[in-house]
């Protein structure tokens, strides 16, 4: 339990309800986890401290890595996963030091998508820019590998409305050693994604998607099914914010990175009632 105010305390509770502070004058204290051995793990102030089942504190990890640490978690070897603000996944030992552990991480292991920017992995080599080639908005981004590491998508949002939700999804493809943008599924300027072709055209009859709420408007990679196809997420909210109905389309590519929509399947309401 963690008391409110700042700095803050931990509070030890026993199961017949006696309280106790087990830890006291934490700042910038965002998350914590107990291991198999009763350890306690925080982050706070910018690194990760671990304190005893008595109380001892010290320093698990002080590295850059740490810093910034908003979800933690320790398997049954001791090892502590990280989930930092840029939604990155990092694995710690149990020394405390950093290695590689993230979903951000190609396939292969040779690029590694770090804060908007694809880097040669274990070095600092901005190969692509994310952020600056899509003037992406927010933190809020995702990069979702193909299985050879030949391509990638990559969910981000770009400037939008305040109060709306807008998020697009963008190929790239690795040519020699550059990585290539290819054809985007929504470059028009339709306000609805799903008002543009080829979308629109693989609707099923009688659907109309100027009924969806302009202001939840969404399409991701949801996965690639193999090296050459990806699956899209396109959920249609009703003004609420309930979701009304979803389509998922089937994307085929050629080897020059060209794409068909070879399948569009809209979900079941079971399927939608285990999306929510």
Same mark, same amino acid.
């Given at each position: 339990?963690?008391?409110?105010?700042?700095?803050?305390? +931990?509070?030890?509770?026993?199961?017949?309800?006696?309280?106790?502070?087990?830890?006291?004058?934490?700042?910038?204290?965002?998350?914590?986890?107990?291991?198999?051995?009763?350890?306690?793990?925080?982050?706070?102030?910018?690194? !990760?401290?671990?304190?005893?089942?008595?109380?001892?504190?010290?320093?698990?990890?002080?590295?850059?890595?740490?810093?910034?640490? =908003?979800?933690?978690?320790?398997?049954?070897?001791?090892?502590?996963?990280?989930?930092?603000?840029?939604?990155?996944?990092?694995?710690?030992?149990?020394?405390?030091?950093?290695? !590689?552990?993230?979903?951000?991480?190609?396939?292969? &292991?040779? =690029?590694?998508?770090?804060?908007?920017? !694809?880097? &040669?992995?274990?070095?600092?080599?901005?190969?692509?820019?994310?952020?600056?080639?899509?003037?992406? %908005?927010?933190?809020?981004?995702?990069?979702?590998?193909?299985?050879?590491?030949? /391509?990638?998508?990559?969910? %981000?949002?770009?400037?939008?409305? #305040?109060?709306?939700?807008?998020?697009?999804?963008?190929?790239?493809?690795? /040519?020699?050693?550059?990585?290539?943008?290819? #054809?985007?599924?929504?470059?028009?300027?339709?306000? +609805?994604?799903?008002?543009?072709?080829?979308?629109?055209?693989?609707?099923?009859?009688?659907?109309?998607? /100027? #009924? *969806?709420?302009?202001?939840?408007?969404?399409?991701?990679?949801?996965? =690639?099914?193999?090296?050459?196809?990806?699956?899209? %997420?396109?959920? *249609?909210?009703? /003004?609420?914010?309930?979701?009304?109905?979803?389509?998922?389309?089937?994307?085929?590519?050629?080897?020059?990175?060209?794409? &068909? !929509? +070879?399948?569009?399947?809209?979900?079941?309401?079971?399927?939608?009632?285990?999306?929510?």
């Amino acid at each position: 339990m963690v008391d409110e105010g700042w700095p803050v305390s +931990i509070v030890k509770i026993t199961p017949e309800g006696a309280k106790s502070t087990f830890a006291a004058d934490l700042e910038n204290l965002r998350n914590l986890t107990v291991d198999a051995t009763g350890n306690v793990y925080v982050s706070s102030n910018y690194a !990760i401290l671990r304190f005893a089942p008595d109380g001892t504190k010290n320093t698990f990890s002080s590295a850059s890595e740490a810093d910034e640490a =908003w979800d933690l978690a320790v398997d049954r070897s001791g090892n502590v996963f990280v989930r930092n603000r840029h939604d990155a996944v990092l694995k710690f030992d149990q020394s405390g030091t950093p290695i !590689i552990f993230s979903r951000d991480l190609s396939p292969d &292991k040779q =690029w590694d998508y770090k804060a908007g920017e !694809i880097v &040669k992995a274990g070095a600092t080599q901005v190969v692509l820019d994310l952020n600056q080639e899509l003037e992406v %908005y927010g933190p809020e981004t995702e990069i979702v590998w193909a299985p050879d590491s030949k /391509r990638f998508g990559f969910n %981000y949002s770009p400037l939008h409305a #305040h109060h709306t939700t807008y998020e697009k999804v963008a190929f790239y493809q690795l /040519r020699g050693d550059k990585w290539v943008a290819l #054809h985007s599924p929504s470059d028009a300027s339709e306000p +609805i994604q799903l008002l543009q072709s080829p979308l629109k055209d693989h609707l099923p009859k009688g659907f109309n998607p /100027r #009924h *969806c709420a302009p202001e939840w408007d969404e399409l991701k990679l949801r996965t =690639w099914a193999d090296t050459n196809t990806a699956i899209l %997420y396109a959920p *249609c909210y009703e /003004r609420s914010r309930d979701l009304k109905t979803a389509f998922l389309f089937t994307l085929k590519f050629d080897d020059a990175g060209n794409w &068909k !929509i +070879i399948k569009a399947h809209q979900m079941s309401k079971k399927e939608l009632e285990e999306e929510q």
